[in-house]
């Protein structure tokens, strides 16, 4: 088993920034595949950004590519999602997820954290 928290999550205007912290619990991640989802209201989820927990290789959504950074530190187990140029569109509820590399699915999620870009 897996547990996901997140947070940093909040209220920003328009061109600010936010970051947001994902701390795992349960087992290594080693070899497990992270990833940021976002909901906005009246949608589906869909993906934002990930990280592979061993190589470190990133990949991003088209909307947030340029502005938004993955990382993740083993030290502490969190991965993080640095958010640069906050636009209104990028409002939504924020989730962080796990891909178990048995099953390729995404089988662990957090709570979710929301942001709001707002004047």
């Known amino acids: 088993q897996v547990q996901l928290v997140e947070s940093g999550g909040g209220l920003v205007q328009p061109g600010g920034s936010l970051r947001l912290s994902c701390a795992a619990s349960?087992?290594?991640?080693?070899?497990?595949?992270m990833a940021w989802f976002r909901q906005a209201p009246g949608k589906e989820r869909e993906f934002a950004a990930a990280i592979s927990w061993s190589a470190g290789n990133t990949y991003y959504a088209d909307s947030v590519k340029g502005r938004f950074t993955i990382s993740r530190d083993n030290a502490k187990n969190t991965v993080y999602l640095q958010m640069n140029s906050l636009k209104p569109e990028d409002t939504a509820v924020y989730y962080c997820?796990?891909?178990?590399?048995?099953?390729?699915?995404?089988?662990?999620w957090g709570q979710g954290t929301q942001v709001t870009v707002s004047s």
């Open positions: 997820g796990a891909r178990t590399p048995d099953t390729g699915r995404y089988d662990y």
């Open positions: 349960g087992r290594t991640l080693r070899n497990y595949f």
